[in-house]
């Protein structure tokens, strides 16, 4: 199958409605002194944090899609959930308000405490309506959160709920168009990197996938879970990506074999904090004053120390490590992170 220009895919794409919220392109930056301290392959940063709205991050790129399709849609209020320090709902409440749709949040506390801190902290600043919920993310969330949609229907809204099946095809496709972006960016630094690592659950890591079937990079995408999904990740994640194409009306397609997927670095559970992650997220600040998070990119990032301190890179290989964001969380995770125990 061929494979299209950086050109192309953007024009493919510019048929879905789009808003604009994210400050993009993001910086590509070097982590020179990082990479000496890992005495590993040369290291890039695609600053994904720095998209701007409301503290940054992935789902900001996802919402020029996602909220683009609620406006064509007519609707008025947002209906979206993950759990209590999600970056997600924290980015989708602050799109909402620049767009001047109601947002509502149905935020989960099994991942973690629900101290007003952190994302939490932002989401009530910004004046979501909030609900604090029990049930885990996954199925049960997703389903509290359609019932919540319809309830808001009969009371004559018309709401925009987030659902996984239309949803994540369409996000991806913000990731996908990242990567043409990266690309781009590639050839006028002239670098030539072999892999990217992300954190990734969902429509990020698809959309990275199906953007390299559809541009035919020969790199490699590594993708890190943070989450134990019920379900097959890899399958999943090939069947979101191949939706997004479908969206695209473009014939490229991958399997479940594409999807390089790992979950070995989540530690104990979704949201809890490992020393590897803790330890990546001091090496990075200190040696290039960068912030991940402690619950997706600091865990992504200790899969990367991993593999370089097993030797999967020479030194004048270049990799690219995607900082998806989340850098708020830092605020509510302050006692796991100074080692003090609850
Ligand atoms: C900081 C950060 N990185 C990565 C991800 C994973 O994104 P996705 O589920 O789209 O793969 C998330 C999702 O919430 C996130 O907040």
């Given amino acids: 199958m061929s494979s299209l220009t950086t050109e192309q895919l953007r024009a493919r794409i510019a048929h879905l ?28 940063i695609k600053r994904d944090d720095c998209t701007g709205l409301y503290f940054g991050g992935n789902k ?63 989401d009530h600043l910004m004046g979501a309506e909030i609900h604090i919920i029990d049930e885990p993310l996954g199925p049960l969330l997703d389903e ?25 095809p369409l996000a991806a496709v913000s990731y996908a168009l990242c990567l ?25 890591g698809a959309g990275l996938v199906l953007g390299k ?3 035919g990079w020969h790199g490699k995408i590594k993708l890190l879970c943070p989450i134990l999904w019920p379900w097959d990740i890899a399958a999943d994640l090939a069947e979101v990506a191949n939706d997004a194409a479908k969206l695209l009306e473009l014939p490229h397609r991958v399997t ?32 290039e004053g960068i912030l991940l998070d402690p619950v997706y990119t600091a865990k992504a990032m200790a899969g990367f120390i991993h593999d370089v301190r097993h030797g999967m890179y020479k030194s004048d290989e270049i990799v690219v490590f995607m900082h998806t964001g989340g850098t708020p969380a830092v605020f509510a995770y302050r006692d796991e992170l100074l080692g003090k125990s609850h």
């Fill in 256 to 287: 479940s074999r594409d999807v390089d997927v790992r979950t070995d670095f989540i530690g104990p559970g979704y949201g809890q904090i490992t020393p590897a992650g803790s330890e990546a997220i001091k090496l990075i600040a200190r040696s």
């Fill in 17 to 44: 409605p789009r808003v604009s919220l994210a400050h993009l392109p993001t910086p590509l930056e070097e982590a020179p002194r990082f990479s000496r301290q890992l005495k590993g392959p040369r290291v890039w």
């Fill in 60 to 122: 900001t790129r996802h919402n020029e899609f996602l909220l683009a399709d609620a406006l064509e849609r007519k609707a008025d209020v947002l209906v979206w959930g993950a759990g209590v320090q999600s970056n997600n709902c924290r980015q989708t409440a602050a799109a909402c308000n620049k767009l001047g749709l109601d947002c509502v949040l149905y935020l989960s506390r099994a991942a973690h405490n629900d101290d007003v801190q952190g994302n939490l902290l932002l």
């Fill in 144 to 168: 509290a959160l359609l019932k919540a949609s319809a309830e808001l229907a009969q009371a004559g809204r018309r709401p925009y709920v987030w659902d996984r099946v239309p949803g994540r």
């Fill in 180 to 204: 043409a972006e990266m690309l781009e960016q590639f050839q006028e630094k002239d670098i030539h990197p072999t892999a990217i690592y992300a954190a990734a659950a969902g429509a990020t």
């Fill in 213 to 215: 079937a559809i541009l």
